[in-house]
């Protein structure tokens, strides 16, 4: 099997924002499989486990499997280990993007759909993949460093911290994240 690649966005967003289009062209660009699932988001849609559905068939079909590199942003960490240790499935790297474990306190609604995915046994992941990077900043307007930084310090000793990055979305200027490359 050939090496895959899938980009998950996070709470409230798709596959079309922040640097999930660029990071997407960019390894069409190479000729390599790349998917997006546009998981369901808003109050009552967004959940563990109607994202876990729309990522089962992914199972189903093949896609993911240990030739898979994963890169996720903000919530789309914590759901992919989840997802990865309740499935016990394999994959070969898995790049985090602002990754966190915990309530964020921002609002009602982002708290409410950020609940389910949260789990107890985050250090797990590492029987799943060998390769775990976490890229975070010091001044994410929405995760604590602290919070960002423990989430990584879990499952990796391969952090990369970006200097102000604030939440590195399109509203940080990361509409491209050309240090992602090297991963492809």
Not at 79 to 85: A, D, G, P, Q
Request: aromatic fraction near 16%; proline fraction near 3%; hydrophobic fraction near 35%.
């Amino acid at each position: 099997m050939k090496n895959n690649y899938l980009l998950i966005h996070g709470s409230f967003g798709n596959p079309f924002v922040n640097w999930l289009p660029y990071l997407r062209k960019e390894i069409e660009n190479r000729n390599l499989e790349v998917y997006t699932p546009d998981f369901p988001t808003g109050v009552g849609y967004q959940n563990y486990e109607n994202w876990s559905r729309l990522l089962k068939t992914y199972i189903t079909s093949g896609i993911l499997n240990e030739n898979t590199t994963i890169f996720a942003h903000s919530i789309a960490p914590v759901f992919i280990c989840k997802f990865l240790i309740e499935n016990k499935i394999k994959v070969k790297r898995l790049v985090f993007v602002c990754g966190f474990n915990n309530f964020l306190g921002i609002d009602d609604d982002y708290d409410a759909v950020n609940k389910s995915m949260f789990l107890d046994n985050l250090h797990d992941i590492k029987n799943y993949c060998d390769d775990i990077i976490c890229y975070y900043s010091e001044n994410d307007p929405y995760v604590k460093y602290d919070v960002e930084r423990e989430f990584a310090n879990t499952i990796t000793n391969n952090q990369v911290v970006i200097k102000d990055g604030g939440h590195l979305n399109s509203e940080s200027g990361y509409t491209e994240f050309e240090e992602l490359l090297k991963y492809l």
